[in-house]
């Protein structure tokens, strides 16, 4: 079930000339009127969902679900928003906030093997609908970034949701932290690859990694940096990473000034 009230018809967020979308992004204010618009139809358990990593060469995809209480005013106040658009220390500090609030809150992923198998967009959609199923408690609403699941719960697709939903943000810091907190784990034992700095992504400096050292099991095959390796036939069907499948915020979220490793 997707709303068709006003508040629910964005299509795009108008970016100005001369402006990029990052800074547009900025722009936008993360509140929770689209959680107090789906109470006013009735819904009481609203759980925001959003993944981080779809983007990335190596690792899992990793999705986030949280259930709010009603108020939340000291997590707006506090600054929690899209977790791109955070610090580490910010988003840190953020996900024990999110996580002493939160009524339900779980973390999934789905592993590079199966991101390969079944394809990126629904590795995404299944460690959304995984992340769901681990709340504990079933949502009567779903506000999910720029995505539907199959889940049997009312969905509300939002573009740019973690920038505009308390709780589409709160899932975002609560994937990205734990997704992060992985790559700097896996470092310990790939440091050859630099994942403590750029998490896996696509980088000039991962990319030369790649070729130095050659992909580790944790690489995704389906991403054409990576199945060059594995000769002609692994290159059919891969996914360009700069492909439509991705939000291009999330090939800059590891370059970002405001990020720290």
């Given at each position: ?36 618009a789906l109470r006013y139809h009735g819904f009481v358990c609203i ?60 973390v999934a992923e789905v592993d590079a093997e199966t991101i390969d ?145």
């Open positions: 079930m997707e709303r068709t009230d006003p508040l629910f018809r964005r299509k795009r967020a108008f970016i100005p000339e001369g402006q990029t979308k990052e800074q547009m992004l900025r722009t936008l204010v993360c509140s929770d009127a689209p959680e107090q759980a925001g969902v959003d993944e981080v990593g779809r983007g990335a060469l190596f690792g899992p995809v990793v999705a986030g679900a949280v259930v709010l209480p009603e108020r939340t005013t000291r997590l707006q106040k506090l600054g929690l928003r899209d977790s791109k658009q955070l610090t580490r220390e910010e988003r840190e500090k953020l996900r024990k906030e999110v996580v002493k609030c939160a009524i339900a809150y779980a198998r079944i394809n990126i967009y629904q590795a995404s959609r299944l460690a959304m609908r995984l992340a769901v199923d681990a709340l504990g408690c079933t949502p009567d609403h779903l506000l999910i970034d720029a995505m539907r699941i199959d889940h049997p719960s009312a969905q509300t697709k939002l573009i740019y949701g973690d920038s505009l939903s308390i709780s589409i943000a709160a899932a975002s810091v609560l994937a990205k932290v734990h997704r992060d907190a992985m790559m700097r784990e896996m470092h310990l034992d790939n440091p050859q690859y630099g994942l403590d700095s750029h998490k896996g992504y696509a980088t000039p400096e991962h990319r030369r990694a790649l070729e130095e050292h050659g992909p580790t099991k944790w690489h995704r095959r389906s991403f054409a940096p990576v199945a060059k390796f594995f000769g002609d036939d692994a290159l059919e069907g891969t996914v360009a990473t700069t492909g439509l499948l991705f939000d291009d915020a999330e090939f800059a979220e590891e370059m970002e000034p405001c990020q720290s490793a």
